[in-house]
């Protein structure tokens, strides 16, 4: 599951959409707003972002969380902008997920923005609590076979990444699990490490962040393992009973945009 997460680093590219002279820009602070909530391995990234920017143009980039219905609101903010290049997108792959899973989609990725570059890419895993009794893919399904409906998973939002591979994985293993969504990645692995769910689809940077004790991880929702944890299987290991179903394909490019004038 490799999450590409895009940023609006290369500015230039806003200059001619928005009639902004790059001798002058920027000539006032810029948002960079961010659709989950702070404290996550995206909020993280966008910060450190945010710091060099201003850095290297002696101007101010100011970080705004706006999360929520899976990143919905904090994109609208931006989309709802001016198109002057002072109000940037800094997002998870939920910006172009929500446009699938919404029978109405809440925004024209064509129209609306302009995606500037991929700064991140960063892999996803199945990860549990500590009270679980599974060290593996196998042994979770096993388990969630033998729990029907006794366990939930925790999601970064309806119609995020984390949210589709947990429904790919119940479609593919046929397990029944219960969603738990939240605002953001940070919020659910609060919610995985007090026991309150049993299993997400984790950001590894983002559970690595948390140093728990109480997350495992038991496999790379990747088509290759992660230098991140080179000892954990991928899901698609010949002994995964879905190593055909390609769940890694739930979290996609993270673009981050720019709005279009």
């Known amino acids: 599951m490799r999450v590409r997460t895009l940023v609006l680093s290369l500015l230039a590219a806003i200059f001619g959409a928005a009639s902004v002279s790059a001798d002058y820009y920027p000539d006032r602070p810029v948002r960079i707003i961010v659709p989950v909530a702070a404290g996550g391995g995206v909020d993280v990234m966008a910060r ?77 895993a199945l990860v549990v609590h500590s009270s679980v009794p599974a060290h593996s893919l196998k042994e979770f399904i096993a388990y969630a076979k033998a729990n029907p409906e006794k366990v939930s998973y925790s999601s970064a939002g309806i119609g995020s990444a984390s949210h589709l591979a947990g429904e790919m994985l119940k479609t593919r293993a046929g397990i029944d699990m219960i969603h738990v ?29 948390e140093k728990s004790d109480r997350l495992r991880p038991i496999a790379m929702a990747e088509k290759n393992r992660s230098a991140l944890l080179p000892d954990l299987p991928t899901m698609r290991s010949p002994a995964c009973p879905t190593s055909k179903s390609r769940i890694g394909r739930a979290c996609s490019d993270r673009p981050a945009w720019t709005r279009r004038p």
């Open 48 to 124: 450190m972002l945010a710091q060099k920017l201003s850095e290297r143009w002696n101007q101010q980039f100011v970080v705004e969380n706006r999360p929520g219905a899976a990143g919905i609101i904090g994109s609208k903010a931006v989309i709802g902008s001016a198109p002057d290049g002072y109000t940037l997108l800094y997002t998870p792959s939920s910006l172009s997920l929500t446009v699938v899973v919404n029978k109405t989609p809440p925004y024209d990725l064509a129209k609306d923005v302009t995606p500037i570059i991929n700064v991140a890419i960063s892999p996803y």
């Open 181 to 209: 969504p939240n605002k953001g990645m940070n919020p659910a692995l609060v919610d995985l490490i007090g026991g309150q769910v049993q299993a997400i689809f984790a950001s590894v940077p983002g559970m690595l962040a």
